[in-house]
């Protein structure tokens, strides 16, 4: 079976793209697997590479006058039996490569279409999930060209509260805000990468627990997570930088704890369509859960949630990698 393991992009999380795909390569079986990388430069580029750590490659272009597409690789012609994205935020985790691929006729990891782009929109994700009876923080979402008042925010969320870009991973362009004389710098900021922003009611250290989901009609729920950042949240740089940072798996919840937070990402990941996989973040304060956001693409690099979680669930990496292959098989 060829399966195309396709990373990189024009998106502010390029590097974390091609982390996961390092990670994904050096654990899949390549006894089972003609694999295919394939990398998208940031300036959107496709090659087609000898390891994720390549920046030279032959170029690919792809033929849609058939289905399943055609792929040329330099002067060869092929055809693709999976293809998997590791691809996180703008131009791939948000519904665009999907669609690339239903047009072209190949099955694919992950979530659809429709899924995929409410997931990566913050937005639209806490109005499904808020309609679905699913606790979230209270927020507005603005956008670039409209105006705000900052006393008006200041009022409704008090702080410390959040401003984030509204179609973006990796806690990229996020701040966390104290005082209303930071409120405008953090909005120019989340403003620098996306042309909509989420303003969102802030916690004070709450605890952070993730799990991850897999499955397609039956999905399951991994072993709970949680993560203790080293800085005042989990931004990027406690996230991929920082040693400090700690994630406990499994999380110390007790066993109504642990019931009720797989029975949120669950619910969370059916109310949004997902199928395949998914990692679901959660908030935990004062016994109470918020679902913060669901990952479509979550991280494959050697600190990853997703990964972790399955592999202390009973699932190796190797074995991880074939059910969601089978799974985009399936779907």
Known sequence: MRVAIVFGSRSAEHEVSVTSAKGIYGAIDKTKYELVLIKITKQGEWLAVEHPDADEGLPVVMDLSRSPARFRIGEQWITIDVIFPVLHGPYGEDGTIQGMCEMAGIPYVGCGVAASAIAMDKDLTKRVLRANGIPVLDWIAVYKHESIDLREIGERFGYPLFVKPARLGSSVG????????????????????????????????????????????????????????????????????????????????????????????????????????????????????????????????????????????????????????ELALEA
């Open 174 to 325: 996020i701040t966390k805000v104290h005082a209303e004389d930071g409120l405008r710098p953090a909005i120019e900021y989340a403003f620098e990468y996306d042309s909509k922003i989420v303003i969102e009611k802030g916690l004070n250290r709450p605890r952070e627990i993730e799990c991850a989901i897999l499955g397609n009609e039956e999905p399951q729920p991994s072993i709970l997570g949680e993560v203790i950042p080293a800085h005042e949240f989990y931004d990027y740089d406690a996230k991929y930088k920082s040693p400090k940072s700690k994630r406990l798996v499994p999380a110390p919840l007790n066993e109504d704890e642990t019931r009720t937070a797989q029975r949120l990402a669950l619910d969370s990941f059916k109310a949004i369509g997902c199928r395949g996989m998914a990692r679901v973040d959660m908030f935990y304060v004062d016994g109470k859960f918020y679902v913060n956001e669901l990952n479509t693409i979550p991280g494959f690099t050697p600190i990853s949630m997703y990964p972790k979680l399955w592999q202390a669930t009973g699932l190796s990496y190797s074995q991880l990698i074939d059910r969601l292959i």
